[in-house]
């Protein structure tokens, strides 16, 4: 079992940047590939980013591909989701999620632990 806590989200303008972290529990953090999602009001949830349990491989989506930088350590069970040149379509609810499989995924479904969420809303 493992239990994900996301640091607190934050209001930021347009342009700003924000970073997020995401806390696990558990001895075999290292194990698990992980992944960032969000839900934006009035939308399905949709995938961020995710890693591999080494961090050796990324994914990015399309939208967030070169201002947001997924990373994690394993030494303190942390995740992170550095978020740069954020814009008002970046506002969402922001989930960390694992997955037990090494492998970097893009596919929420296959994510067995998650977060509560953290909101991010990034004003004009």
């Known amino acids: 079992q493992v239990q994900l806590v996301e640091s607190e989200g934050g209001l930021v303008q347009a342009g700003g940047s924000l970073r997020l972290s995401c806390a696990a529990s558990g001895r075999t953090f290292g194990n698990y590939a992980l992944g960032w999602f969000r839900r934006a009001p009035g939308k399905e949830r949709e995938f961020v980013a995710a890693i591999s349990n080494t961090g050796a491989i990324t994914y990015y989506a399309d939208s967030v591909k070169g201002r947001f930088t997924i990373s994690r350590d394993n030494a303190k069970n942390t995740m992170y989701l550095q978020m740069n040149s954020l814009k008002p379509e970046d506002t969402s609810v922001y989930y960390c999620?694992?997955?037990?499989?090494?492998?970097?995924?893009?596919?929420?479904?296959?994510?067995?632990?998650w977060g509560q969420g953290t909101q991010v809303t990034v004003s004009s």
């Open positions: 999620a694992a997955h037990r499989t090494a492998y970097a995924i893009r596919t929420l479904g296959e994510y067995d632990y």
